[in-house]
């Protein structure tokens, strides 16, 4: 079965600092990719996706993440983190090579310290 | 453009209670998501539809659970009769016809005493 793997619970960083969190899936074939953020109390919000092409996919807010078909990882990274990205955030591949039907990680939450 | 409406957007109720939640979807979307979120098993897709007709209900964990999308503009869950274990925060998601993004409505959190 398809699944998705956040490795880290928790990351804590100090602000300016870069970030990466990392994201593994399973899935045989070219899968459909997304990270999602949420913030305390509200919905998720797509930061990027990634479907076929270029592996490096730029997002909102500053975010990229890189699809890396041998290390069935899409990494996402910040060069600089703002107070403002503390939230948690998820990792979702599309259902059978879909992009409806979304099976989403267990999230990372990020802290940033000022 | 509103973005995806739900409501109400916290819910307490006693266990046995039925529970009717409300989304309205963004216009011109025609595929709708319910979500549920718990700290133990993460979001879970309960079920879709695509142009007001359900085309994946397998989320759904028991009979105790319906959804009905009667228009492209308004869809309910309800849970009859409601159980402690049923508290989590659902969410009601919206894509357009060209598909490749979920746009999230805000949640209902709901807690059955």
């Known amino acids: 079965a398809q699944s998705v793997t956040q490795p880290d619970i928790h990351i804590t960083v100090s602000e300016g600092a870069s970030l990466e969190l990392r994201c593994n899936y399973s899935?045989?074939?070219?899968?459909?990719l997304f990270w999602y953020v949420q913030s305390p109390g509200q919905g998720l919000q797509l930061l990027l996706k990634?479907?076929?092409?270029?592996?490096l996919v730029q997002g909102i807010k500053g975010f990229e993440a890189e699809f890396k078909r041998s290390q069935s990882s899409f990494n996402l990274r910040k060069p600089s983190v703002h107070w403002s990205d503390a939230a948690e955030y998820f990792c979702?591949?599309?259902?059978?090579?879909?992009?409806?039907?979304?099976?989403f990680g267990a999230g990372t939450r990020l802290a940033v310290h000022p | 453009d509103a973005g995806v409406i739900q409501s109400p957007r916290h819910e307490v109720t006693e266990m046995g209670q039925e529970v009717t939640l409300r989304c309205k979807p963004i216009?011109?979307?025609?595929?709708l998501f319910w979500y549920r979120q718990t700290m133990m098993r993460g979001l879970e897709l309960l079920i879709y539809?695509?142009?007001?007709?359900?085309?994946?209900d397998s989320g759904m964990p028991e009979d105790r659970f319906s959804a009905k999308m009667p228009n492209a503009s308004f869809s309910t869950l309800k849970i009859q009769p409601s159980e402690p274990r049923d508290s989590a925060v659902y969410f009601c998601?919206?894509?357009?016809?060209?598909?490749?993004?979920?746009?999230f409505g805000p949640g209902t959190r709901l807690t059955v005493l």
């Open positions: 539809f695509n142009n007001n007709v359900p085309i994946d």
């Open positions: 899935y045989g074939a070219t899968p459909y």
């Open positions: 979702a591949v599309g259902e059978s090579g879909g992009y409806n039907k979304l099976i």
């Open positions: 216009s011109g979307h025609d595929y």
């Open positions: 990634y479907f076929s092409g270029d592996t």
């Open positions: 998601a919206s894509s357009p016809p060209s598909g490749r993004a979920l746009y």
